[in-house]
């Protein structure tokens, strides 16, 4: 590690210039807090990106499988969205009054999803906020569940996990057929300032459980399950088969509402992960790639939800509500949306992004298996990660507690020492549009190389 942080400061002066210039200028010497969490001393500064690759300002190039962790899925600035973002910042950026561009994106976003009704935010977060708030509104329920260890933004109820596994008392305790306790819960590691502990609004259960997920819905007090259909921010976890279809059918034998965040899942094709796998939730979110890295974000409503948002909501309170944001479906944004929807984040291109992470994986899988190390591969569309562990997870619990920071590490800047950038959460690779076959191959070169070197 000590070998790649030297040649990482060897290679990027004016990264470090600029990183020791920032330090009398931003909080940390970044614009954002977890920009300190890339792996090298400093993080590098961008020139230029463009499609599946970028410059820094020390003149190297790099393959981005990071992809603004999702927010660039359709590649560095896609020429469609470029060039409708150009065409309506000539005409009006933020009008407080819509455009055509929303009646099309409303109708493209009902297609493609299946819900009907769409409203818009700027981000993700936003938006997920944004639906707790009418789930607790429309279902008079105070409580909203999460599965462990998800992310959803830097929303403040998602905050949560539970404490670590049984104790072996309590496992011998099962084992003699005494009922589990349930496990406690409480604010998540590194949560900054908490309004209140997150236990006093959210119930969190673990992932593929569906006995403790009955138990939780059971209070009667929960307005809404809020998930991604496949937990990516943990690595990646599978649901089990038939998972979903029972916790749909809990989630309405309970009347808690079904949010499905699928700002990630997207992935898994033009439709995201709902769409390919026939679910139906009552609430849908989408943030990120959806304005191919415009800040943009929306959420749809089935027919039975948005008939009972009209009936609480007067219009003289509307807009102050706690849901909305002045510059939410602003026409920059809206007019992004369109072009990337239309012409970016296609079929055809998931077409060529999903065989991509196939290649990615297997590439993975092979120098794991040669390496004999006790890790493993997954994929979900045309993301993929690798993770510490010999078995895939089945839940966020398992999943956390395979996570090895220093290794992580060692792996992102071994990588970005040799032109690639991963997230700098987890071990996720994402595939663009605009990402090739030899972008992929370059990948598992260095990857295998660095397998050898950790073996050795
Ligand atoms: C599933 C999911 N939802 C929502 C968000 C929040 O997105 P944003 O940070 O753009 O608000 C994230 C961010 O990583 C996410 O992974």
Same mark, same amino acid.
């Given at each position: 590690?000590?070998? %790649?942080?030297?040649?990482?400061?060897?290679?990027?002066?004016?990264?470090?210039?600029?990183?020791?210039?920032?330090?009398?200028?931003?909080?940390?010497?970044?614009?954002?807090?977890? +920009?300190?969490?890339?792996?090298?001393?400093?993080?590098?500064?961008?020139?230029?990106?463009?499609?599946?690759?970028?410059?820094?300002? *020390? #003149?190297?190039?790099?393959?981005?499988?990071?992809?603004?962790?999702?927010?660039? +899925?359709? #590649?560095?600035?896609?020429?469609?969205?470029? %060039?409708?973002?150009?065409?309506?910042?000539?005409? #009006?950026?933020?009008? +407080?009054?819509?455009? =055509?561009?929303?009646?099309?994106?409303? &109708? @493209?976003?009902?297609?493609?999803?299946?819900?009907?009704?769409?409203?818009?935010?700027?981000?993700?977060?936003?938006?997920?906020?944004?639906?707790?708030?009418?789930?607790?509104?429309?279902?008079?329920?105070?409580?909203?569940?999460?599965?462990?260890?998800?992310?959803?933004?830097?929303?403040?109820?998602?905050?949560?996990?539970?404490?670590?596994?049984?104790?072996?008392?309590?496992? @011998?305790?099962?084992?003699?057929?005494?009922? /589990?306790?349930?496990?406690?819960?409480?604010?998540? $590691?590194?949560?900054?300032?908490?309004?209140?502990?997150?236990? =006093?609004?959210?119930?969190?259960?673990? !992932?593929?459980?569906? *006995?403790?997920? &009955?138990?939780?819905?059971?209070?009667?007090?929960?307005?809404?399950?809020?998930? =991604?259909?496949?937990?990516?921010?943990?690595?990646?976890?599978?649901?089990?088969?038939?998972?979903?279809?029972?916790?749909?059918?809990?989630? $309405?034998?309970?009347?808690?509402?079904?949010?499905?965040?699928?700002?990630?899942?997207?992935?898994?094709?033009?439709?995201?992960?709902?769409?390919?796998?026939?679910?139906?939730?009552?609430?849908?979110?989408?943030?990120?790639?959806?304005?191919?890295?415009?800040?943009?974000?929306?959420?749809?409503?089935? =027919?039975?939800?948005?008939?009972?948002?009209?009936?609480?909501?007067?219009?003289?309170?509307? *807009?102050?509500?706690?849901?909305?944001?002045?510059?939410?479906?602003?026409?920059?944004?809206?007019?992004?949306? $369109?072009?990337?929807?239309?012409?970016?984040?296609?079929?055809?291109?998931?077409?060529?992004?999903?065989?991509?992470?196939?290649? !990615?994986?297997?590439?993975?899988?092979?120098?794991?298996?040669?390496?004999?190390?006790?890790?493993?591969?997954? $994929?979900?569309?045309?993301?993929?990660?690798?993770?510490?562990?010999?078995?895939?997870?089945?839940?966020?619990?398992?999943?956390?507690?395979? +996570?090895?920071? &220093?290794? @992580? /590490?060692?792996?992102?800047?071994?990588?970005?020492?040799?032109?690639?950038?991963?997230?700098?959460?987890?071990?996720?690779?994402?595939?663009?549009?605009?990402?090739?076959?030899?972008?992929?191959?370059?990948?598992?070169?260095?990857?295998?190389?660095?397998?050898?070197?950790?073996?050795?």
């Amino acid at each position: 590690m000590s070998r %790649e942080e030297q040649r990482f400061i060897a290679d990027h002066p004016k990264s470090a210039a600029l990183y020791q210039r920032a330090q009398q200028s931003l909080l940390g010497g970044v614009p954002m807090n977890w +920009m300190k969490k890339w792996a090298g001393k400093f993080p590098v500064f961008v020139a230029e990106g463009r499609g599946a690759h970028f410059t820094c300002v *020390d #003149g190297r190039e790099y393959i981005d499988l990071c992809l603004g962790d999702t927010g660039a +899925m359709t #590649g560095h600035s896609p020429a469609p969205t470029v %060039e409708a973002v150009a065409r309506q910042s000539q005409r #009006g950026m933020t009008l +407080m009054l819509p455009t =055509e561009d929303a009646v099309w994106v409303g &109708e @493209e976003l009902a297609r493609r999803f299946g819900l009907p009704f769409w409203q818009f935010a700027l981000t993700a977060t936003d938006a997920n906020r944004f639906a707790i708030r009418i789930a607790r509104e429309i279902t008079g329920r105070p409580k909203i569940l999460v599965f462990n260890y998800c992310y959803h933004g830097t929303v403040d109820e998602s905050f949560i996990t539970l404490a670590p596994p049984e104790t072996r008392a309590e496992a @011998e305790a099962r084992a003699a057929n005494k009922p /589990r306790a349930p496990r406690e819960s409480g604010p998540r $590691r590194g949560n900054i300032g908490p309004a209140v502990n997150p236990a =006093e609004t959210t119930r969190v259960v673990e !992932f593929n459980d569906l *006995d403790t997920l &009955e138990t939780a819905l059971a209070n009667g007090d929960v307005a809404c399950i809020l998930a =991604e259909p496949v937990l990516t921010n943990v690595g990646i976890v599978h649901p089990d088969p038939g998972f979903w279809a029972r916790a749909s059918d809990l989630a $309405r034998q309970y009347q808690s509402l079904l949010i499905l965040d699928e700002t990630h899942t997207i992935c898994s094709g033009p439709g995201g992960y709902a769409r390919a796998h026939d679910l139906h939730p009552d609430m849908f979110v989408i943030g990120k790639p959806i304005a191919g890295g415009v800040p943009a974000a929306a959420y749809g409503s089935t =027919e039975s939800v948005a008939r009972r948002i009209a009936l609480r909501i007067q219009l003289e309170d509307c *807009d102050t509500g706690g849901i909305g944001g002045t510059l939410a479906g602003n026409a920059v944004s809206l007019a992004a949306m $369109r072009a990337t929807l239309e012409h970016v984040l296609t079929p055809a291109a998931f077409e060529h992004m999903i065989p991509l992470a196939e290649r !990615f994986t297997e590439g993975v899988a092979a120098a794991i298996a040669e390496a004999r190390l006790p890790w493993h591969v997954t $994929r979900l569309g045309c993301r993929a990660e690798y993770q510490f562990g010999a078995r895939p997870p089945r839940n966020g619990g398992e999943a956390a507690a395979a +996570m090895d920071f &220093e290794l @992580e /590490r060692f792996m992102h800047l071994y990588a970005l020492n040799r032109g690639i950038l991963l997230t700098p959460f987890h071990n996720m690779a994402l595939m663009s549009p605009a990402t090739t076959a030899a972008d992929i191959e370059a990948h598992a070169h260095v990857f295998g190389a660095a397998l050898a070197e950790l073996t050795s």
